[in-house]
């Protein structure tokens, strides 16, 4: 089973905060991502400082685009992104028409998404998907639970490459060990650390641990 | 029954071409929104400018927010806007969360909501929801019909302030009349004019010559 991704969140609310974060760790973690809420905020800056700073690196967009997949898409591939989130919510033909633009969807999994919907992004031919730990259960101090590593383990079996993100730590990749997970996205799970570039280290350290390198 | 607003949907991709149109149509209109697109490419100096023409005009940031609703609701209220729109898959904590940090949220009705959800977002003190016409509707060439009329309809009856878009032009709001519809929201039915202000002023006298002054 080889090592899954490892990739940081850039939800920071300004341009100069995000890039001192991507520099502390950007060469260690494997996908940057430009976060919705700094793509709100900056625009595609953001993505062109990241794609400018990290030529070489996989970036993804949280754009969790719900329509106009087309223009988007084209946009944030423009500024250099090589792959955008798309919310589950929204129509197969605004999935396509990103799916078009850019090399590749990923699909974000809010609310009451179902295993009939998934098959329809499959059709469609999109094939990540990012599974949040609910806030509710974040919230009310849960961590992952059983049902959420079914869930996980439903959507591999089905074909997808799955991310995992929400509450992630070093503590917590040994919920998921043996599961072939793709990637884990943290956020303030590694820039809120004391010394993030440890974090990060540390984060990969651990996956190397559980799933070889 | 009183007169619908006239949205205007900024869709642009780009802060040149979006400040053009506003300033061609933003007195006619009632509402002045800030598109997707456009906070994606430009981020909140968008809604900055467009608040800064027009410092006593409705604008709304169509954020579309599926997560961390209070982080983006305060940026975006920080930049001038009155309401956000969040995605109908997000959860009930992120709408209450955004709901919390500007004056009020619309929801945008995107895939598989049921009224279930609806009566949860009202029980969670949002009563603005934005009815979509189906893209896919639209590219099979159809127009409004009977089922998105009966659940706009619905929408009301259950205590929404419903907006409608999705190519809304001129002759299209009569198939609307009798219904107290809040908003109808145009972007290109508008920009995409040879005249946007005398388009827009076309939508006005319509919406007069329906529902009233």
Redesign the interface.
Known sequence: MSKPNLQIAL?H?DLPSALKDVKNVGDIVDILEVG??L????????VKCVRAMYPNKKIVAD??C???GG??AE??RKAGADWMTC?????I??MKAANNEIDEIQI?L?????YE?AQQWLDAGISQAIY?Q???AL?AGETWGEKDLKRVQKLIEMGFRVSVTGGLDVDTLKLFKGMPIYTFISGRGITAAKNPRLAAEQFQKELIRLWGE
């Open positions: 939800d609310s919705t809420i793509l709100l905020q900056v625009g595609d800056e953001a754009t969790k719900a329509d106009a223009t988007v946009n944030v919310i589950c919510s929204a129509t033909p605004t974000e809010y609310g009451d998404w179902t919907h949040h609910s806030r509710d919230l």
